[in-house]
């Protein structure tokens, strides 16, 4: 059974930092693209950040410059810098990992979810 475990996410003020992180007990994780999104109260998922098996990142613009994706393959883990965040950044952030194929900033193509991660920004 595949497992994502996401932590790092908190409470924080506004211009602060977070760093998320997500460990997969996926075999082929070191070839699986892999995601993060969000979602806030009353609003649906949305795309935050997505990383290739070789490391290619694709950002959502509201937070190109601010947020960085990354991923250690020999720890099976991911990563998601959040800086100088913002009120609009408060949500549930998932990690979400695709079995195969390319990078993708939808949703419906990652196969497995973990659980989410709390962030609040507070002013």
């Known amino acids: 059974q595949v497992q994502l475990v996401e932590s790092g996410g908190g409470l924080v003020q506004a211009g602060g930092s977070l760093t998320l992180s997500c460990t997969a007990s996926?075999?082929?994780?070191?070839?699986?693209?892999m995601g993060w999104f969000r979602q806030a109260p009353g609003k649906e998922r949305e795309f935050v950040a997505t990383i290739t098996w070789s490391g290619s990142t694709t950002y959502r613009d509201a937070v190109k410059g601010r947020f960085t994706i990354s991923r250690d393959n020999a720890k099976n883990t991911v990563y998601l810098q959040l800086t100088s965040l913002k009120l609009e950044d408060t949500a549930v952030y998932y990690c979400?990992?695709?079995?195969?194929?390319?990078?993708?900033?939808?949703?419906?193509?990652?196969?497995?979810w973990g659980q989410g991660t709390q962030v609040t920004v507070s002013s």
């Open positions: 979400a990992a695709r079995y195969g194929g390319a990078a993708s900033v939808q949703a419906a193509d990652y196969a497995y």
């Open positions: 996926l075999r082929t994780f070191s070839s699986s693209p």
